[in-house]
């Protein structure tokens, strides 16, 4: 537990009770199309002195959780991360010897229908394959290493004019049988990605491990493949930090922990229709006016580090709801925002990043809010923070 900063807060809260807040209008961020942006001080300067009150309602509950009257709480699932770490398979077909790229293996009898070509413009080398009418045309890569249990990605990106001519697949054998997977070219004649994902079994037999990228039997026309990849499913899962994100304690008209201007909360009730059964937060839009909940963040072991926030939201408008980290930098207040696609299912809103170490720790917030000139209410709940 860090240190409680009394010092920093009731000085502000006092000036906060004593003036009249400052109820301006929250403004919003101006985004980008990648959803980052950097806004002005006007932020600051509109939300600072009275969000103050809801910095006394952290410490509050800070204080609940050391004397132990947390219990009962329910455990919020970690948030996880998932990456993929590339397995070296010379999946870009830069080197061939003989006939045959570098790592691969084909077929004798196919040397005349596989071939090396140039990609036309970028000057890399694909894999050609052309049909021969009765046979799978293809290129073969063994992976040795043992990857049983593992869940993988395979990759490869194509060319090819007719559908389901031109695959990659990865195969193997194991006490239930041969394994496959695979993924076809749509044939729409364009370079495009051919993807999927893999659960292999916990007994692969050694070296039966492969994939395979080339045209069916079937086919007629000469197809093109590269840049083959076989990703390994990495899944880390964050350490959780309680933000009160569930909206099931409230005291009076406000989310407990959280802050939402006092002229506003008409528009951020408690509301129920969780999935879950519990409570929730409902935004309701006014036509000129962000509409927000704001939760602060006081800690500072989460600069240097990758955090990840998500929410469990429901929204009839597209672009409507946004989930937002803010943090001033260098005196700019940084913004990401991930919205909602408006499709009226509950949806998880999810945004990583990575904290700089030179952030100000004090200045990290979440933000749930609705864009002003929209309609339709907007339901949130499970609010969580993770940590990696
Ligand atoms: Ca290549
Ligand atoms: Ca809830």
Redesign the pocket.
Known sequence: MKPLRFPAVILPLAVALVLVPLLSCTPGAREDSEGTATTGASVEASTGSSENQATAQVLTDAEKTTAGTAEGKKEAPAIEYVSWSLTRIDGDLETWKDGVPKGWFVNKKFKDFVKAVKKSGSGSTAIGFEPNGQDFVMAVRRISRDLSGQTVRVKARGKASEPNALFVALVYESAGGEGFHSRSHSGNGQWETMEFEAILPPDIEPNTLMIRVGVRPTSKSKAQADDIDLGLKQARKAHMIDVG????DWLGNVPRGWYVNPLLELQAKRAEG?P?G???LRLMPLPDRYVEAIRRIYRDDLLGRHVAVTANVKAEEADAFYLALTYRLGGNEQVITRTHPGSKEWETVRLDTTLPREADAESVRIKVGVRPGKTAQILV??VRLGVF
Do not use: A, I, M
Not at 245 to 248: A, E, I, T, V
């Open positions: 994100g569930g909206f099931d969780s879950d519990s409570s929730c709940d499970d």
